[in-house]
């Protein structure tokens, strides 16, 4: 028989083995605890970043987020004082963010009203999505007009492209006027030259074609069912062209026949400058038989570089300055478009009459009257929509008259920056309202805000 001592010995033992097996079996279920704890935190906070993260992308590529309006366009003054600079900057930060897909880019809207308008406007045969269009300048090298369509215009306007390339005017070239909210150009219409101009366009086509499983031939004859400019339905890539600025008044015509061949594939409207301020002489081939000439020349030239290869040319139209505003000046340029066979006329550029741009009762600061003051550059800006409409009113009325058969596009553009512009320019006689000034100063939303302010005019006008 065991004896006393060793039987509590053995309880002994046996109390401290259950003892630790069940302070181990305590350990492990508290260990096991804090791991679950851990990992639903951990899973809570990847999920909010995640979302957070897909909110914020939204949020900031949407263009009709107040991002792009009241904090863009400051920065990019404030942290640019030279107005060139801003507009390299932002043109290389728009290339960047598309080739990305993290640019700005307008939506549909999450419960769109049933009332609202239809904004579709039919150009040329082509029915457009809506009659908001982006001007030239703004994409001078045709870098970026995939985004500029992603920021809601129904047209979009690349150039001015000139035969050979060149610099433009010296730096500083390009001034802002904030207190009118205008700006002064004298670019001198700065340009990577037609050749490299239609490589770029070439190249685009391409990569649209490789993705819809197509070849080049497919896109240009038609068959791909987008229009051979834009690539998108219901959109218009309107390309610019001018001539060089060392080329004399009679060798113009073949600068601007030159163009005329090398990009008229690409384009789904070819648009000849002869009103830019900033190239000596320009502006003098507006005047009667000499545009009719001119016309005629970029014409035959788009028609023959394209046939064969395109079902149908594009369509021509000619840009007229702000400044020929007298009747004959107009009946004058309405003959050398009907003369001619081009397919319309865009109303507008910058004017050199800068001091009379400055609004009744607006004070503007002696550097901005410096500025207005000097002999060179253009003005565009709000102030300029008055002159706009006129002269929208003026080429609708003699494009219109009964001698002339069939009836003539009108672009206008100059000075516009809301809905309410952009309805009363339409109801004038124009097809497309065109901003420029307008989005460098409202930012990218400013095409999705103007629609949206147009649908409550026209709703407005409806209900009275």
Same mark, same amino acid.
């Given at each position: 028989? @065991? *004896? ?19 302070? *181990? ?30 909110? &914020? ?8 987020? %107040? ?43 999450? @419960? ?5 308008? #239809? ?6 045969? +082509? ?31 690349? &150039? $001015? ?17 904030? @207190? ?13 030259? %037609? ?38 339905? $219901? ?8 001539? #060089? ?32 301020? #900033? ?40 840009? +007229?300055?702000?400044?020929?505003? @007298? ?6 340029? /309405? ?6 066979? /081009?397919?319309?006329?865009? !109303? ?13 009762? +607006?004070?503007?600061? #002696? ?9 060179? $550059? ?7 929509? &008055? ?13 219109? +008259?009964?001698?002339?058969? &069939?009836?003539? !596009? ?55």
């Amino acid at each position: 028989m @065991s *004896s006393p001592l060793l039987r509590s010995r053995t309880a002994l033992q046996s109390l401290r083995s259950r003892s630790t097996t069940c302070n *181990s079996t305590r350990r492990y279920a508290s260990t096991s605890s804090t791991s679950t704890g851990g990992g639903f935190r951990l899973f809570a906070y990847g999920s909010a970043t995640l979302v957070g993260a897909v909110v &914020g992308y939204i949020y900031v590529t949407d263009t009709r987020s %107040a991002f792009h309006h009241y904090l863009v366009p400051p920065a990019l003054r404030a942290l640019f004082p030279d107005a060139e600079d801003a507009h390299h900057f932002g043109t290389a930060a728009l290339k960047s963010l598309y080739s990305l897909g993290l640019h700005p880019r307008e939506r549909a809207r999450l @419960s769109p009203d049933p009332s609202d308008p #239809n904004l579709s406007a039919e150009v040329f045969g +082509v029915k457009l999505d809506n009659p908001i269009g982006i001007s030239a300048g703004l994409d001078k090298d045709a870098d970026i007009p995939d985004a500029l369509f992603a920021l809601g215009a129904g047209v979009v306007e690349v &150039g $001015g492209c000139t035969p050979k390339p060149q610099p433009g005017n010296p730096k500083p070239r390009v001034w802002r006027v904030p @207190s009118i909210e205008g700006m002064v150009n004298c670019y001198g219409l700065n340009s990577v030259g %037609a050749d490299a101009m239609a490589m770029k366009l070439r190249q685009r086509l391409r990569v649209y074609a490789h993705s819809q499983g197509l070849e080049e031939e497919d896109v240009l004859s038609g068959n791909a069912g987008v229009p051979v400019g834009s690539l998108t339905p $219901g959109r218009l890539l309107l390309v610019q062209v001018a001539k #060089n600025k060392e080329t004399p008044e009679k060798d113009a015509v073949a600068d601007y026949a030159y163009c005329a061949s090398r990009l008229a594939q690409y384009a789904d409207v070819l648009v000849v400058n002869v009103s830019s301020p #900033n190239t000596a002489g320009l502006r003098d081939l507006q005047s009667g038989d000499k545009l009719v000439g001119l016309l005629d020349a970029v014409v035959g030239a788009v028609r023959a570089s394209t046939k064969g290869i395109r079902a149908t040319p594009p369509k021509v139209m000619v840009k +007229v300055s702000p400044d020929e505003d @007298s009747d004959a000046q107009v009946k004058d340029i /309405v003959r050398a478009v009907w003369e001619s066979g /081009v397919d319309g006329v865009i !109303v507008g550029n910058t004017t050199r009459r800068k001091m009379q741009a400055i609004p009744a009762g +607006v004070p503007v600061t #002696n550097r901005e009257k410096g500025i207005l003051m000097m002999a060179d $550059g253009g003005f565009s800006g709000p102030s300029m929509y &008055g002159r706009t409409l006129d002269l929208v009113k003026k080429y609708r009325k003699w494009l219109d +008259v009964p001698s002339f058969k &069939g009836k003539k !596009v009108i672009f206008a553009t100059g000075g516009i920056t809301n809905g309410k512009e952009a309805a009363e320019i339409r109801e004038a006689g124009a097809d497309v309202a065109m901003v420029y000034t307008g989005l460098v100063y409202g930012g990218s939303g400013t095409v999705t805000r103007i629609k949206d302010e147009m649908r409550r005019e026209i709703k407005g006008d409806k209900k009275e």
